[in-house]
């Protein structure tokens, strides 16, 4: 489906056509935008699912294929088929790429690079047992980089999910009507089976602003539901 | 199974195999190859019930460490200060009853000729005996990781081979690593249980189901 095809569904869905007063183009769009932010956001993982000792919510980045799936599109693969390996400095310095949103795996010569949490980065590089070497090498995460170690290795592959491209629906107003133009819009990068997802997260921000609380609670449960 | 494939398969019961990131276990390799030298020692080195066993450790050599020996040659070198002869073991030995991780000292080339074991302890009783002044007749005493050699040595060799029974970490990752006597189960319920994943396992074949270490 095109952003233009999910706009009429919402609209259908709200009625309104038959009210009157559709969704303006910058509110679809601005829902538009929330929603394509939200739905990764569910895909890869919301913390608020968390239970204690168990940090894994409904639904999360890998957990089946069906997901992978999903979420296939964002994942980046520098040292993959299109994109150069991570570069690291000689003081074990790799700058996160712009659009990192989330980490998948880092390997080092094929090998699995582990990732910690800083609050326990001393303990390690001083361990006598689990000290980070060549076969074993580890890195943290900063604000706008990534500390490797050993500090030598030079070149790691990094995947990563990134942020969806951000939709839009372009239209001119002609006779008081919109007349959707399909070459400046952006389309939504989703795979299709996950339109009428996206859609109802639409339907759900739309009928907040409009008051309509009965259609809040449909989509909520269709959201839950899935259908 | 190679020593890289006894870590990895401790290694991916305890993580949950391909379980999603934020699930699997975070387990480091090296530290289970420890646990893994704890439990090959505490396997092997159990004290059997079984009479075909008891029978086997009361004889000076036990067939179960044939399996994890390895052949080394080592250099004989010259300790001035002591004025003795010794070889420095390239790796740590398992430490097993009577020194018997150390299987036999030979000659490279004449593995008929064995160097007798010796206890620390008993250098200074066997030093004067008339018995050691036989031409070819060679003892060692273990110290740490040197090997200390009786008698005039260097006139014979200067290279000893040493067949050793290794640590379970002295091993390379692509050693294969052969257990005797079945005792796969037990060294990965053991390693398993050290790691704190599972309860221990009965560990002595007594036929019970009570938990017993002895």
Redo the contacts between chains.
């Keep these: 489906m095109n952003v233009n095809q999910i706009r009429d569904w919402v609209n259908f869905e709200l009625n309104k056509h038959q009210s009157g007063n559709t969704l303006n183009k910058e509110e679809y769009n601005l829902c538009l935008a929330w929603a394509n932010a939200e739905y990764f956001k569910i895909k890869y993982?919301l913390p608020e699912e968390y239970r204690p000792g168990?940090?894994?919510p409904r639904q999360?980045?890998?957990?089946s294929q069906k997901i992978i799936d999903d979420l296939r599109r964002f994942l980046v693969g520098k040292g993959g088929k299109n994109l150069p390996q991570l570069t690291i400095d000689i003081n074990g310095y790799a700058d996160l790429p712009d659009d990192y949103i989330h980490y998948s795996?880092i390997r080092y010569n094929g090998r699995a690079v582990?990732t910690i949490s800083n609050d326990v980065l001393g303990d390690r590089l001083q361990s006598s047992?689990?000290y980070p070497d060549k076969s074993?090498p580890l890195c943290v995460f900063y604000d706008t980089y990534l500390q490797f170690y050993p500090k030598d290795l030079g070149y790691v592959d990094f995947d990563y999910l990134r942020m969806p491209i951000t939709p839009y629906w372009d239209a001119v107003i002609v006779d008081d009507e919109y007349v959707y133009k399909p070459s400046s819009s952006v389309q939504l990068e989703w795979p299709d089976d996950t339109h009428t997802d996206i859609a109802n997260l639409i339907i759900k921000y739309a009928s907040e602003n409009i008051r309509d609380f009965g259609m809040t609670q449909l989509a909520k449960q269709r959201q839950n539901d899935g259908q | 199974m190679t020593k890289a494939q006894w870590i990895e398969l401790i290694k991916r019961n305890l993580d949950g195999g391909d379980a999603p990131a934020e699930l699997r276990g975070r387990n480091h390799e090296r530290e289970i190859e420890l646990y893994l030298t704890m439990a090959f020692d505490t396997v092997l080195n159990r004290k059997q019930t079984q009479t075909q066993e008891m029978l086997a450790d009361m004889g000076k050599d036990s067939w179960r460490y044939d399996s994890l020996t390895k052949s080394f040659v080592l250099d004989i070198l010259e300790d001035t200060t002591r004025n003795r002869y010794y070889s420095t073991l390239p790796v740590t030995v398992m430490s097993i009853i009577n020194n018997n991780g150390i299987r036999m000292i030979t000659p490279t080339q004449d593995e008929g000729v064995a160097f007798f074991p010796r206890w620390q302890t008993d250098t200074f009783l066997m030093d004067g005996l008339d018995v050691n002044q036989m031409v070819g007749l060679i003892y060692y005493t273990l110290e740490g990781k040197k090997l200390y050699y009786s008698g005039d040595i260097d006139c014979h060799w200067k290279q000893v081979l040493a067949k050793l029974v290794l640590k379970f970490n002295e091993f390379e990752l692509t050693d294969d690593i052969v257990v005797p006597d079945g005792k796969e189960l037990e060294i990965v319920q053991v390693t398993l249980g050290l790691m704190g994943a599972k309860a221990p396992m009965d560990i002595v074949d007594d036929g019970t189901a009570i938990q017993t270490t002895k």
């Design positions: 993982g168990m940090p894994l999360a980045w890998a957990v795996s582990e047992i689990v074993y």
